[in-house]
């Protein structure tokens, strides 16, 4: 079966909202784990948006899954994976304006950088994983840069509206699914999962790994808010 891993960017967003110390995504992460994510996903920004250098160092020492970190291929970054040390970094295209990532990483055309870093990092045991589009070029280019997995891009998949552009976007994932395999790498995918479009992706053999974020944490937002508002209230008539 594959595994899942949160993404809990979205938890320090609204931390960032106020620039307060909660929600603290350690005991977001805790909570994840606890329900069964198998292991957890962090974007460490440039620009530090929503996870910081404290949450990476943090969740490093308390995750007990996986510890997923995504990550560009900028010199500082990648400087403080080395320091970190997280079971797997997954390398990604980071534009400054992005709401969030937005197309695969550019591999062929980074290889002679992408090889460097994937050298840096499995000299430190960490596996490296390329977040990419479901192309044969792509998938290649992560093969000959030594990377451990490709993360297949389901965005194109999750923006799909019609039933046949569903099934087109299916397919690009099994035949990029398929060149991968017969590359020698271990295939994930993510971007876009929900609760609606999650099925026919799991469906998919091969896939080992889910990275899912916007969803989950949406949601959590969701079906907490009775308890929480249920808390308050108790704190307010037990004056
Ligand atoms: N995988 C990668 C490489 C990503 O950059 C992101 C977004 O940070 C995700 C998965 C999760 O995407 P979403 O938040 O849409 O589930």
Known sequence: ?????????HVATIRQA?????????????????????GITVHLRQDRRHINDRDV???????AGKFNLEMSLAEPIVKIAEQVVPDQVTLVPENRAELTTEGGLECAGNLKRLIYVVKRMHKKGILVSAFIAPDEKQILASAEAGCDAVELHTGFYANA???????????ELRDARDIAVAAGLIVHAGHGLTYRNIQPVARIEGLCEFNIGHSIVSRAVIVGMQ??????RRLIEKL
């Open 1 to 9: 079966m594959a595994v899942l891993n949160v993404n809990i960017d």
């Open 18 to 38: 106020r620039l307060a110390d909660e929600p603290d995504p350690a005991w977001a992460a805790m909570e994840c784990e606890l329900a069964g994510a198998n």
């Open 57 to 63: 160092r943090v969740l490093k020492e308390t995750v």
């Open 161 to 171: 509206k019609t039933d046949k552009t569903v099934e087109k976007a299916l397919n």
């Open 227 to 232: 308890k929480a508002v249920k808390e308050m």
